[in-house]
């Protein structure tokens, strides 16, 4: 049975730091390439930052790109969303997945992350 936790959201000032974690089981996540999601009320599901199997290779939104880090673990079955500079605008639910679109997982339960002062 597939599982994909997020954690590690919460409500954060302007400027401050967060770091997301999403737990993996159910399938081969060494050999998957993995992303992060996020979606803010009224909007589209948006795609955040992705990584390659190994973590050798990363791409970011525009809007996040040198603000946000994601990185992963594959002993411990995990990805990881370092966000910096945290702006309003990057408030919503945040969730991971698998990249590819059609064998993508049903989406786990995401982690919010509030920015504001």
């Known amino acids: 049975q597939v599982r994909l936790v997020e954690s590690g959201g919460g409500l954060v000032q302007p400027g401050g730091s967060l770091r997301l974690s999403c737990a993996a089981s159910g399938f081969t996540f060494s050999n998957t390439v993995m992303s992060w999601f996020r979606q803010a009320p009224g909007k589209e599901r948006e795609k955040v930052a992705t990584?390659?199997?190994?973590?050798?290779?990363?791409v970011y939104a525009d809007d996040v790109k040198g603000r946000f880090t994601i990185s992963r673990d594959n002993a411990k079955n995990t990805v990881y969303l370092q966000m910096n500079s945290l702006k309003p605008e990057d408030t919503a639910v945040y969730y991971c997945?698998?990249?590819?679109?059609?064998?993508?997982?049903?989406w786990g339960q995401g982690t919010q992350v509030t920015v504001s002062s």
């Open positions: 990584i390659s199997r190994f973590g050798g290779g990363t």
């Open positions: 997945n698998v990249d590819d679109a059609r064998i993508r997982f049903t």
